[in-house]
């Protein structure tokens, strides 16, 4: 069995199509149809299947991925053998949401950069909910994200810690908008969202819906920085992770508007795959989680 094919089934997954990971591996498509027409033969397994424009695994490849894993992770813990962290080779996939890779992520990042240069360190920023499916699927090593609940057995999960949460808007919002308390309200002013099926979002409606809160219509905008830009531009409000707003809440660019919701947090937590070998990159990135975040 070559080993390069096992990594080109993990590229696969990564890149979402063979074109793509064709195009990262620095290969034709053809090379890659070959490669895992040859696996599937060896294997006696179909491995991939399409869906729509997407690559994903059949059931039997779902099976047999921890073990693709195994074998990776143990030829790389071979090759790193003996090795201080500045020799540790290899690739670590890491998906992360956006709101932790922005604000709490680049004193770690540098950190893992400078004691592990050679490691090929990849990061996605996804939602949390997809965070769950990658780690389960393998496409992902380590997965750092709040936790949304209902969790797979196949998942090993630690806590790391727990954020507030907080209601902006802009100070040139007009005072009698400011309550967020009250029930039975139509307000005139708009939801700022950077993603609806965020685990804070989620907390918000749910949180309106109770009060009968009714807001007067949803903006959709795809990042926290564009949300912080637009409820700033007074174009709305919105709920949001403290820690990526206390600039601008220290600078008065942004102001927090009271609600009855100061006591709920969010936690954030990493996960693997309960089969997957921690190799020298995802245990030190993983004591570096520890040391930043908790």
């Not at 690739?91 to 956006?98: G, H, K, Q, S, T």
């Not at 795959?273 to 921690?278: D, G, S, T, V």
Request: charged share 20%.
């Amino acid at each position: 069995m070559e080993l390069k094919y096992l990594y080109t089934v993990k590229t696969i997954l990564e890149a979402g199509s063979f074109q793509n990971a064709a195009r990262q591996l620095n290969y034709t498509q053809s090379t890659i149809t070959f490669q895992m027409q040859q696996l599937e033969q060896e294997l006696n397994v179909k491995i991939f299947e399409k869906i729509g424009r997407k690559m994903v695994l059949t059931q039997a490849g779902k099976e047999i991925l921890p073990l693709i894993d195994n074998i990776i992770k143990s030829t790389e813990q071979i090759s790193n053998y003996g090795k201080s962290t500045l020799e540790i080779s290899g690739d670590l996939n890491v998906a992360i949401p956006e709101s932790l890779l922005i604000y709490k992520f680049q004193p770690l990042l540098k950190a893992f950069k400078e004691q592990a240069p050679r490691v090929k360190l990849s990061l996605q920023a996804l939602n949390c909910y997809v965070i769950k499916d990658k780690i389960v699927s393998g496409g992902a090593d380590l997965g750092i994200h709040y936790d949304v609940g209902g969790s797979s057995a196949s998942v090993m999960n630690r806590s790391l810690s727990a954020h507030d949460l907080v209601l902006i808007a802009s100070p040139l919002l007009v005072e009698d908008q400011h309550n967020f308390t009250a029930k039975n309200q139509v307000k005139a002013v708009s939801m700022i969202v950077n993603d609806p099926s965020s685990i804070f979002q989620q907390k918000f409606d749910q949180y309106i819906k109770d009060k009968n809160i009714v807001m007067d219509n949803i903006i959709e905008v795809g990042s926290i920085e564009a949300t912080k830009r637009c409820v700033s531009s007074n174009l709305g409000v919105a709920y949001l992770p403290r820690f990526a707003v206390e600039e601008e809440l220290r600078n008065q660019s942004l102001i927090e508007l009271p609600t009855a919701l100061e006591s709920e947090r969010i936690t954030a937590i990493c996960s693997h795959h309960k089969n997957k070998w921690l190799s020298p990159a995802m245990e030190l990135f993983v004591s570096l989680l520890e040391e930043h975040l908790v």
